[in-house]
T-cell receptor, first 114, second 109 residues
Framework: ETGVTQTPRHLVMGMTNKKSLKCEQH?????MYWYKQSAKKPLELMFV???????ENNSVPSRFSPECPNSSHLFLHLHTLQPEDSALYLC?????????????FGPGTRLTVL | GQNIDQPTEMTATEGAIVQINCTYQ??????LFWYQQHAGEAPTFLSY??LDGLEEKGRFSSFLSRSKGYSYLLLKELQMKDSASYLC??????????WGAGTKLIIKP
């Protein structure tokens, strides 16, 4: 247990569905992150939130919409996804992103888009 | 562009020593992290280097040479539970992590 939880752990959805991924951290951190992990590829940073404010959007398609209502919760809203969006989506948290502040990861949501 | 290179896969024997290399080219440098990721699980922090030299932590050590853009993770007295992927990540000038694709380490009895 890393102190970061994600739900659901597995999700299968069609291209026309709308779903949301949830992340919660119990570590008192103020920075939260969404990553995409595809097989044999580097982790791709999608979004960063610091103190509930989005500070990074790495050219992510608008079919992915993040929401950070408070420093403990992070959502990723999904709509009209494509099969190539199938991947493991990881949430992480840390103290504000400077120096050697390690990121703590959740177990991820394995997403399959049909 | 920014680039992190590490071997895709390595195999080692239980009880032996293995060294996993990582080379990087990034816009700025604010430290290098190593993470371990078991199949189907979250990455977990192993080490952080920001100054040149060797950092030892039990069976695991991590080395950094900033002038060469090079790091390695050294695992001693390998155990079967060390079978995992090892991810190298560099913190760039904006303090964002740039990740390598990971090295899958297979331990054989």
């Amino acid at each position: 247990e890393t102190g970061v939880t994600q739900t659901p752990r597995h999700l299968v959805m069609g291209m026309t569905n709308k779903k949301s991924l949830k992340c919660e951290q119990h570590l008192g951190h103020n920075a939260m992150y969404w990553y995409k992990q595809s097989a044999k590829k580097p982790l791709e940073l999608m979004f960063v939130y610091n103190f509930k404010e989005q500070t990074e959007n790495n050219s992510v398609p608008s079919r992915f919409s993040p929401e950070c209502p408070n420093s403990s919760h992070l959502f990723l809203h999904l709509h009209t996804l494509q099969p190539e969006d199938s991947a493991l989506y990881l949430c992480a948290s840390s103290l504000p992103g400077g120096g050697g502040n390690e990121q703590f990861f959740g177990p991820g949501t394995r997403l399959t888009v049909l | 562009g920014q680039n992190i290179d590490q071997p895709t896969e390595m195999t080692a024997t239980e009880g032996a020593i293995v060294q996993i290399n990582c080379t990087y080219q990034t816009s700025g440098f604010n430290g290098l992290f190593w993470y371990q990721q078991h199949a189907g699980e979250a990455p977990t922090f192993l080490s952080y280097n920001v100054l040149d030299g060797l950092e030892e932590k039990g069976r695991f050590s991590s080395f950094l040479s900033r002038s060469k853009g090079y790091s390695y993770l050294l695992l001693k007295e390998l155990q079967m539970k060390d079978s995992a992927s090892y991810l190298c990540a560099v913190q760039d000038s904006n303090y964002q992590l740039i990740w390598g694709a990971g090295t899958k380490l297979i331990i054989k009895p």
